[in-house]
């Protein structure tokens, strides 16, 4: 079974940047698409980004131009660039991976908080 690890989070002021990454046991060239989710207490898990096979993009509206998602097939890596954060932005963010063979694995999160 592969395994996820997020890292990166952090306390970060309005209109700052932070850099997620998401770390594989093993290679993620199988995967059929990676993906960042956050959940902020209280509410529902959201997607913020997805990177599918060709590298094809999606983001959610809220995040467009602000979030930039990516990975390094070499270091087994996923990461979101995130720039011009808000107070919105804070949640635990979590990497997935779908596979065709064990459905969607995830990561234990890591925590994004935006304050002053």
């Known amino acids: 079974q592969v395994q996820l690890v997020e890292s990166g989070g952090g306390l970060v002021q309005p209109g700052g940047s932070l850099r997620l990454s998401c770390a594989a046991s093993?290679?993620?060239?199988?995967?059929?698409?990676m993906t960042w989710y956050r959940q902020a207490p209280g509410k529902e898990r959201e997607l913020v980004a997805t990177?599918?096979?060709?590298?094809?993009?999606k983001y959610a509206d809220s995040v467009k131009g602000r979030f930039t998602i990516s990975r390094d097939n070499a270091k087994n890596r996923l990461y979101l660039q995130m720039t011009s954060l808000k107070p919105e932005d804070t949640a635990v963010y979590y990497c997935?991976?779908?596979?065709?063979?064990?459905?969607?694995?995830w990561g234990q999160g890591t925590q994004v908080t935006v304050s002053s």
């Open positions: 997935n991976a779908a596979t065709d063979w064990s459905g969607d694995l």
């Open positions: 093993r290679s993620i060239l199988r995967f059929n698409s």
């Open positions: 990177l599918t096979t060709g590298d094809s993009t």
